[in-house]
């Protein structure tokens, strides 16, 4: 399970740390709270914050750090049974994490609906407009076409549920980068077997961990990086990992630079 502190190393804010997240820093959004960006009945009167944030976030501004190149690896060593994650920023997916391992519980930039009629949209159709500041129309009837990002007041996508079948099926779960303040995806740390160990990676303790740890929880404290690489280290896996990273880093711009210029 992650959240929005597996990407601060890639440059994105997160919501809710102090100073530096979202929630800190909006005056440049002219909202009346600071929710209202992600809430569906101010989205359809006033469209334009969300979308002055998307053009910000809209897949291609930022790339994958260690962590989610951890959770590829974890994949492509058979050890991955899912990812869940709360972010909608598609890192995941450019670390080679392959859409059908990942439940993007609070949806995608990959996809959108127009909110008249419902017809289906790439995100790449959108592209051009949300980059040039405008709010993407539907050519067919002129409605807005908003990304599939789940906003406060709609529900999670179908897929969300697929945590039914895969939680008690899981042997291990790690918790990444996230305040477990948003439901229902926090109640998800408590749907594993009380018997499976839990390891929260986070810079500070957070739902279940601060109130109810059971006996088999573990918590490392302190930066995600920091904590994936010592996890990594113990585990004999960091040749892996950087060989993982320099392939994903040289694929997009096939860039030339090494291993110190990776974003980590
Ligand atoms: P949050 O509530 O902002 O919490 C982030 C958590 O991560 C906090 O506990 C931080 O202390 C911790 N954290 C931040 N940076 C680090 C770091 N480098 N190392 C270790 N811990 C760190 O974010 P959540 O994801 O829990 O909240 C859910 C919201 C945030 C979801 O709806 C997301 O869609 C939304 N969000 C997503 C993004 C993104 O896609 N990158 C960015 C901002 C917000």
Redesign the pocket.
């Known amino acids: 399970m992650?959240?929005?502190?597996?990407?601060?190393?890639?440059g994105?804010?997160?919501?809710?740390?102090p100073g530096s997240?979202?929630?800190d820093n909006l005056q440049q959004y002219d909202l009346p709270y600071a929710e209202a960006i992600?809430e569906i009945e101010f989205f359809h009167r006033n469209p334009n914050p969300f979308f002055a944030l998307a053009k910000e976030?809209y897949p291609g501004n930022y790339q994958p750090n260690l962590t989610h190149y951890f959770v590829s690896l974890l994949h492509k060593k058979g050890q991955l049974l899912r990812m869940y994650?709360?972010?909608?920023?598609g890192?995941e997916r450019l670390a080679g994490v392959p859409p059908e391992m990942l439940v993007e519980a609070?949806g995608t930039f990959a996809t959108a609906t127009c909110t008249s009629c419902l017809r289906k949209y790439d995100g790449e159709d959108l592209r051009p407009e949300v980059m040039s500041g405008k709010v993407p129309q539907c050519p067919t009837c002129k409605g807005v076409v908003k990304p599939d990002?789940?906003f406060f007041g709609e529900e999670l996508p179908r897929h969300f549920f697929k945590y039914l079948a895969d939680f008690p099926l899981a042997d291990l779960l790690i918790i990444?980068?996230?305040?477990?303040?948003?439901e229902p995806?926090?109640s998800l740390a408590g749907a594993v077997r009380s018997s499976v160990p839990r390891l929260l990676?986070?810079?500070?303790l957070?739902g279940p961990f601060v109130w109810g740890q059971r006996t088999n929880d573990v918590v490392q404290l302190?930066?995600?990086?920091?904590?994936i690489k010592t996890l990594v280290d113990a585990l004999g896996w960091t040749p892996e990992l950087e060989a993982l990273m320099a392939a994903g880093n040289q694929k997009p711009q096939d860039r030339e630079e090494g291993w110190d210029d990776i974003n980590y």
């Open positions: 992650a959240g929005a502190g597996i990407s601060t190393p890639s994105i804010p997160d919501f809710r740390s997240g979202f929630y992600f976030l994650t709360q972010n909608i920023d890192l609070h990002i789940v990444m980068g996230t305040s477990l303040e948003v995806f926090a990676i986070n810079r500070d957070v302190g930066d995600v990086v920091g904590g």
